[in-house]
């Protein structure tokens, strides 16, 4: 096993279990795509609570961009990963092999 | 955390090493991909059964090699039957793909969705306005499983270009192989060819993406 602990070079915005699993399905959308608040919450089985807390941290980190559009006089709530959010999952992953490949670790998964 | 036990062990503020994190990665993206994206195999599925007894079932009301002959009518219903189930799994399918979802990528699944509905539109607009100058009865039944066989192939072909997948431009290819060979094997070995080649086709297509789920898109 690697260190636990804070690890050195990896963003601490994202290095977090819940706001990692919303940056993975966030990064799976196409760039320009976004998806509804209700159906990203289904796909990542996470409270409605829960899911904008961690969206707001995002979106403070300007990872996230959140829009809110009209359908039929209903809001409705899109989220979308930023160019810079894309471009920092990008980096993170690249930081996390980088970790597992340079010790001796053997790669856990 | 409700419904995520498969993190339960992890509390979400308690840090995560790279190697768990890494996985953790590779397991959402695996999940994700498999409630965002569409198995062709949904579509491909119906469809092969549709074609595959469908028109098998209309082979057998000529008089064949095979000994049993089928009533129109039950070839009809059969026929009916099938075509509804497979348009309706489609139609859900993709309405229900595309939910909670808007961009280039939404955008362009409707309009190739739509493309299948316009495109048999109008198929059935020129060849029923061909057909009403008096053809004959083989030459109508080739027409229409020679044009059908050579629409489905195109389309395929599209949606091959469109999605970045060589397996479905390959099936188009081999749709548009059985549109030929259709025409050239006269009625009923049309049938035979539109139902073994085009519906046994569909169901082995179904089969690899059963067996093998597309990659995410990279």
């Known amino acids: ?109 | 955390m409700a419904g995520d036990d498969t993190n339960a062990r992890l509390d979400e503020d308690s840090p995560l090493s790279a190697g768990e994190s890494l996985a953790l990665i590779e397991r959402q993206q695996r999940e994700t991909q498999r409630r965002l994206r569409v198995n062709p195999a949904v579509f491909y599925g119906p469809w092969g059964a549709a074609y595959l007894l469908g028109f098998g079932a209309v082979f057998l009301t000529y008089p064949t090699a095979v000994p049993l002959r089928l009533p129109g009518a039950v070839a009809a219903v059969i026929i009916g039957v099938l075509f509804a189930v497979a348009t309706v799994v489609s139609i859900v399918t993709g309405v229900r793909a595309g939910r909670g979802l808007r961009g280039p990528s939404r955008a362009a699944g409707a309009m190739y969705g739509w493309s299948w509905t316009l495109g048999f539109c109008t198929l059935a607009a020129v060849n029923n306005g061909v057909t009403r100058l008096g053809l004959p009865h083989d030459a109508v039944t080739l027409l229409w499983s020679g044009s059908s066989l050579l629409l489905i192939g195109v389309l395929y072909l599209a949606a091959g270009a469109l999605f970045q997948d060589r397996f479905q431009y390959g099936l188009g290819l081999w749709m548009l192989i059985s549109a030929a060979t259709s025409v050239f094997a006269g009625v009923p070995g049309n049938f035979a060819v539109v139902s073994l080649a085009g519906g046994g086709g569909l169901l082995l297509a179904a089969g690899y993406f059963t067996l093998r789920p597309p990659c995410p898109r990279r």
């Open chain 1, 1 to 109: 096993m690697s260190a636990i602990g804070s690890l050195p070079g990896l963003d601490p915005v994202i290095h977090a279990q819940a706001r990692l699993r919303v940056m993975v399905a966030l990064a799976a959308l196409a760039t320009g795509d976004q998806i509804t608040f209700p159906r990203l919450q289904q796909l990542l089985d996470m409270t409605a609570g829960n899911l904008s807390t961690h969206l707001r941290k995002l979106e403070d980190a300007s990872y996230v961009q959140i829009t809110k559009a009209y359908q039929r006089r209903t809001p409705v709530t899109y989220v979308a990963l930023t160019e810079p959010g894309r471009r920092a999952f990008a980096d993170y992953t690249a930081a996390l092999r980088a970790l597992l490949t340079a010790p001796t670790d053997q790669p856990v998964g």
